[in-house]
């Protein structure tokens, strides 16, 4: 009980945090030292009210006691009315699963989909990732300039996930542009329902797709969820919508966010852009620094099942609690000189994938992608610099954080004659 928290008093002096701001946006390092150095365990008043963790110990504490803080969403189409979920606020509509789900329901499906995403799985998309790497940038090599989102981070990922799934990849951008807006357009934009009736097309698509491989099998996750079984029974078509929903969701602005962020620091800091150029070896340290240090997922909520008590901190059912990952993961009391980019630290105990039994299924493949990414960048435009003054970040970072144009020149080269499909 080394914390324990009045929880009148803290509710009656809440933080004023709202993660979705844009104040939040520009000055969050700063914003999550001060809060987690003065209060730690707070209440803010915004978006309904909830608790705040943003110490390292109190975000795994909580991450692992689904049964009190759970993941479930609740949305009944007929009144609107949603409950729980993973988002202050809650998204209308949407659930994700397994995401949104909570035992036993998450255990059959996580299990489900686990198989696909196991390292050896996801090892057979690494040629692929590789090639659409070197394809995308043969694209704009001649040109000596491109957009680093527009160009290369956002269609990566994208594009592995429509193999995975087992897509066209013709049609990447039809899937991924909805996602990667609805994460960034801030919720009382007038465009942000519109961009939720953008995702009507991937919906459609899946039941599509699924319906034809009923009738003609393939061995992919398409195939997997239309003749798949989950304790015995196929998948009703709900699941196999939520399901393919949070796997896209999952698979495309993410890793854009991760390798975005990170080009931007290598651009930023050439002594590091040198250092991982000659020693590749470092990339996968210097990858999980990236994950703890830009935490492309920023925070996600929990509701609180029945009151509980978590070392000192007392929760009322009904609450909502949000787990600042990006905090959690600059905690001076785990991570030394946290607000520096350390490219071989180690160990890095990071959380940047999540805690619990909610742990990122993408990981695996998400390092793949980002490494694919770097290295085609580092081997063949490595002198690239980009212009600041024309960078666009998210709004938003509520939910992850990200960019929408990173403009950059670079030395012109020669294409290598990669092709996507
Ligand atoms: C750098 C890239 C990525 C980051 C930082 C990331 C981060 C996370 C985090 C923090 C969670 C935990 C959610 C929670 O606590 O509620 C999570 C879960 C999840 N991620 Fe990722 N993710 C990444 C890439 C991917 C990819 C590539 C996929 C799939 C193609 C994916 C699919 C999922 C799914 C399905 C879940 C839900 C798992 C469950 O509830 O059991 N993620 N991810």
Known sequence: MEHLLDRDAAQQNPVDFDHHSAGHATNWPATFARIRANSPRAWSEHHGGFWLATRFDDVIRIG???????????????????????????????????????????DGVRTFINRRFSPKSVEAFRAKAQQFAAALIDEVIEKGEFDIVEDFTNPLPALVTMELFGFPL???????????????????????????????????RVAEEVELRRKDPRDDLLGHLANGTIGGAPLDAETI??????????????????????????????????????????????????????????????????????DGWKFRKGERVLLAYSSANRDPDVFEEPERVILDRFPNKHIGFGAGMHRCVGSFLARIMFEAMLNEVLDRIPDYRIDEDRLVRYPTIGNINGCIHIPA??????????KIA
């Open 170 to 204: 013709s049609e990447w951008r039809a899937f991924a542009d909805p996602f990667h807006k609805i994460v960034y357009t801030p919720r009382d934009d007038p465009f942000f329902a519109e961009t939720v009736r953008g995702l009507d097309y991937f919906n459609q």
């Open 64 to 106: 692992q006691q689904p049964e009190y803080f759970s993941a479930h969403k609740d949305y009944d189409p007929a009144t609107g009315k949603i409950g729980g979920g993973i988002s202050i606020p809650p998204l209308p509509g949407l659930r994700g699963v397994p995401n949104e789900t909570a035992s036993p329901e998450w």
């Open 409 to 418: 020149t670079f030395t012109p080269g020669k294409k290598v004659g990669a």
């Open 241 to 310: 919508q939520n399901l393919a929903f949070n796997i896209l969701a999952g698979g495309v602005d993410t890793t854009t966010a991760l390798t975005s962020n990170t080009l931007i620091h290598l651009a930023q800091n050439p002594e590091d852009r040198e250092r991982l150029r000659n020693d590749r070896a470092l990339l996968p340290f210097a990858r999980e620094e990236f994950v703890r240090y830009f935490s492309p997922i920023h925070a996600l909520a929990r509701n609180v099942t029945e009151d509980v008590e978590v």
